[in-house]
């Protein structure tokens, strides 16, 4: 049952994962489990390039955690699981060791949001509606986003403004903020995903993942340490046979052939 909350497709070196859980895809301890059972899979797909992470249905990409479950926790400790799960889905996505695009559409409310902003690039269809409005439920974000990568990705100002307000926002104004990468028409989203992924998949996978590493690692650490991080990806990339494939194959002028991860 817990599968059927989260479809895998494969279409050659992009994986498509789809969250499934109507009417809305609400973000329940069941569809996450699903959602790492997922990651799992691909994870062990050796030929995986790049995920396509999208929803299910017309009406929401997802409308955050799920309300029905939370307010039938029984127990403090049932609640702090919750969020730990929150937080752990939102790291695996953030460290997957292949980049997600997200493809949102529709309502991406609270948890939603936060599942959407985590992944590496984020197109959103024109009738996206955001919001992260926790506080007019009694609640704060509480999944590693809201109170902690929101106010480094768009700032203390903006950050206060989505949060304390908690309106509704459209996806122009989200790309404004620069939370999406891209605004699509809703019936061109999926092709849309599938050309960004399409185009990381001829990349060097080495070299996505040293981009993407340092980045997550930026995000959380010193000016110290990050030039001392450089260094070491550096060496690492460098070192490696696509740093060499990549030059020769430009003045060959063919395609280069790099290796797996």
């Known amino acids: 049952?817990?599968?059927?909350?989260?479809?895998?497709?494969?279409?050659?070196?992009?994986?498509?994962?789809?969250?499934?859980?109507?009417?809305?895809?609400?973000?329940?301890?069941?569809?996450?489990?699903?959602l790492h059972a997922r990651l799992d899979e691909v994870e062990r797909d050796k030929e995986?390039?790049?995920?396509?992470?999208?929803?299910?249905?017309?009406?929401?990409?997802c409308a955050g955690g799920d309300l029905r479950e939370e307010k039938d926790f029984g127990s403090p400790e049932a609640s702090k699981a919750f969020r730990a799960l929150g937080r752990k889905t939102l790291n695996r996505l953030e460290l997957?060791?292949?980049?997600?695009?997200?493809?949102?559409?529709?309502?991406?409310?609270?948890?939603g949001t936060?599942?959407?902003?985590?992944?590496d690039i984020r197109l959103a269809?024109?009738?996206?509606?955001?919001?992260?409005?926790?506080?007019?439920?009694?609640?704060?974000?509480?999944?590693?986003?809201?109170?902690?990568?929101?106010?480094?990705?768009?700032g203390r100002n903006r950050a206060?403004?989505?949060?304390?307000?908690?309106?509704?926002?459209?996806?122009?104004?989200?790309?404004?903020f620069g939370l999406v990468t891209r605004v699509v028409k809703k019936e061109d989203l999926a092709n849309e995903a599938m050309k960004v992924a399409e185009r990381i998949a001829t990349a060097s996978p080495t070299a996505i993942k040293a981009?993407?590493?340092?980045?997550?690692?930026?995000?959380?650490?010193?000016?110290?340490?990050?030039?001392?991080?450089?260094?070491?990806?550096?060496e690492k990339v460098f070192a490696h046979p696509d740093a060499h494939e990549g030059p020769k194959a430009f003045s060959e002028k063919r395609k280069p052939k790099f290796g797996a991860l």
């Not at 936060?114 to 992944?119: H, K, N, R, V, Y």
């Not at 981009?211 to 550096?234: P, Q």
């Open 114 to 119: 936060a599942i959407g902003w985590a992944c």
């Open 160 to 176: 206060l403004d989505i949060l304390l307000l908690g309106q509704d926002f459209d996806a122009k104004t989200a790309h404004e």
């Open 1 to 34: 049952m817990s599968e059927s909350l989260v479809r895998l497709e494969k279409h050659g070196a992009i994986s498509i994962v789809t969250l499934d859980n109507p009417p809305v895809n609400a973000a329940s301890t069941k569809l996450m489990n699903a």
């Open 48 to 61: 995986a390039r790049c995920v396509i992470l999208t929803g299910a249905g017309e009406r929401a990409f």
């Open 96 to 111: 997957f060791p292949i980049p997600i695009v997200a493809a949102i559409h529709g309502y991406c409310i609270g948890g």
């Open 125 to 154: 269809a024109d009738n996206t509606v955001f919001r992260a409005g926790d506080a007019y439920i009694g609640m704060v974000p509480s999944w590693g986003m809201g109170l902690t990568r929101l106010p480094r990705y768009v």
């Open 211 to 234: 981009t993407r590493d340092a980045i997550a690692f930026n995000s959380r650490e010193t000016w110290k340490d990050m030039v001392d991080f450089e260094i070491e990806i550096c």
